[in-house]
C-alpha cells in the first residue's frame, strides 16, 4: 500500500451501501467490508461515495482500493480483480403496480414496446438488450435515485436491476403506486457478486477473500444479511 489510505468507493443503493445523514457509509457491504478489515487488523479506511460509471475506473486509476460488489464478469476481469463471492442475487424489475401483470420480466417488456431504464454499464442492460428490448426503448441513467424517478414519473415504464436493491428501495421509501417483479430465471438466473480490487492490490486482496471466508455463512453473517431483508440462499 506504499503508506497510502485504504479508499472503499461505494453507492447510494440500499440495502448494500448507502450514506448515513452524517456521511458515513451503511449497509450489509459495508458492515461486511468493515469487518472483513477488522480481522486483518485495519480499523480505519476511507469511504468514498460515487455513481456506478465511476466504480470500476476509480479502480484503475488508483482512486480507491476496492469497491463495493459487483457481479463478476470476463470484461470486468479485465479491469479489476475480485474478491471471493459474498452474493448471489436475481435481477427484478421496478414497475407502476398497475402494471405488474403486463411488465413480467425483460422479454415481456420487450414484447409490449415500452421502455426500461438501467442504470448504466451495470449487467441488466445487456440482458435486456438480449430479451429483445429495441436500443432505442433503453433509457440510461447514473444513479438508482434517477432510475426510479423515471419510472415513477412515467419516463420509463420498468426499471431493471438485481430484485434486492428494488426491494431496499422501497423499505426505505415505502411508495403504493410501486412494486417489484421477479424477473424469470429463464431470462436471468440468479449470479455471483464480489468486491472489486485495483489489479495493484493483489496481496490485499488475497488477505481479504481469506478474512471473508471466515466470515461469510457464518452466524454474525447470516444475521447481518437477515437485518438487511436478505432471504436465505442469496448470500
Same mark, same amino acid.
Given at each position: 500500500?506504499? !503508506?497510502?489510505?485504504? #479508499?472503499?468507493?461505494?453507492?447510494?443503493?440500499?440495502?448494500?451501501?448507502?450514506?448515513?445523514?452524517?456521511?458515513?457509509?451503511?449497509?450489509?457491504? #459495508?458492515?461486511?467490508?468493515?469487518?472483513?478489515?477488522?480481522?486483518?487488523?485495519?480499523?480505519?479506511?476511507?469511504?468514498?461515495?460515487?455513481?456506478?460509471?465511476?466504480?470500476?475506473?476509480?479502480? &484503475?486509476? !488508483?482512486?480507491?482500493?476496492?469497491?463495493?460488489?459487483?457481479?463478476?464478469?470476463?470484461?470486468?476481469?479485465?479491469?479489476?480483480?475480485?474478491?471471493?463471492?459474498?452474493?448471489?442475487?436475481?435481477?427484478?424489475?421496478?414497475?407502476?403496480?398497475?402494471?405488474?401483470?403486463?411488465?413480467?420480466?425483460?422479454?415481456? #417488456? &420487450?414484447?409490449? !414496446?415500452?421502455?426500461?431504464?438501467?442504470?448504466g454499464g451495470q449487467v441488466q442492460e445487456q440482458?435486456?438488450?438480449?430479451?429483445?428490448?429495441?436500443?432505442?426503448?433503453?433509457?440510461? #441513467?447514473?444513479?438508482?435515485?434517477?432510475?426510479?424517478?423515471?419510472v415513477r414519473t412515467g419516463q420509463a415504464d420498468?426499471?431493471?436491476?438485481?430484485?434486492? &436493491?428494488?426491494?431496499?428501495?422501497?423499505?426505505?421509501?415505502?411508495?403504493?403506486?410501486?412494486?417489484?417483479?421477479?424477473?424469470?430465471?429463464?431470462?436471468?438466473?440468479?449470479?455471483?457478486?464480489?468486491?472489486?480490487?485495483?489489479?495493484?492490490?493483489?496481496?490485499?486482496?488475497?488477505?481479504?477473500?481469506?478474512?471473508?471466508?471466515?466470515?461469510? !455463512?457464518?452466524?454474525?453473517?447470516?444475521?447481518?444479511?437477515?437485518?438487511?431483508?436478505?432471504?436465505?440462499?442469496?448470500?
Amino acid at each position: 500500500m506504499s !503508506g497510502r489510505p485504504i #479508499v472503499f468507493a461505494y453507492l447510494d443503493e440500499p440495502p448494500f451501501c448507502w450514506p448515513a445523514s452524517g456521511g458515513t457509509a451503511q449497509g450489509c457491504d #459495508v458492515e461486511l467490508v468493515t469487518a472483513a478489515f477488522r480481522t486483518l487488523g485495519i480499523t480505519t479506511f476511507e469511504q468514498q461515495l460515487t455513481t456506478f460509471a465511476e466504480l470500476l475506473p476509480g479502480l &484503475a486509476s !488508483g482512486r480507491w482500493t476496492v469497491t463495493t460488489p459487483h457481479f463478476v464478469t470476463t470484461e470486468r476481469r479485465r479491469l479489476v480483480d475480485f474478491s471471493r463471492p459474498v452474493w448471489a442475487l436475481a435481477d427484478g424489475l421496478l414497475v407502476r403496480s398497475a402494471d405488474r401483470g403486463l411488465l413480467t420480466g425483460y422479454h415481456a #417488456v &420487450a414484447v409490449a !414496446g415500452v421502455r426500461l431504464v438501467v442504470v448504466g454499464g451495470q449487467v441488466q442492460e445487456q440482458a435486456g438488450l438480449a430479451a429483445g428490448i429495441a436500443p432505442e426503448r433503453l433509457i440510461r #441513467v447514473a444513479t438508482q435515485e434517477e432510475a426510479v424517478a423515471a419510472v415513477r414519473t412515467g419516463q420509463a415504464d420498468a426499471y431493471a436491476s438485481v430484485a434486492m &436493491a428494488h426491494r431496499g428501495y422501497l423499505a426505505r421509501q415505502p411508495d403504493a403506486d410501486l412494486t417489484v417483479v421477479a424477473v424469470p430465471t429463464s431470462e436471468s438466473t440468479p449470479a455471483a457478486g464480489a468486491f472489486a480490487f485495483g489489479k495493484q492490490h493483489a496481496t490485499l486482496r488475497e488477505r481479504f477473500s481469506a478474512a471473508l471466508e471466515r466470515l461469510v !455463512g457464518g452466524d454474525w453473517h447470516r444475521a447481518m444479511m437477515t437485518r438487511h431483508g436478505f432471504p436465505a440462499g442469496e448470500y
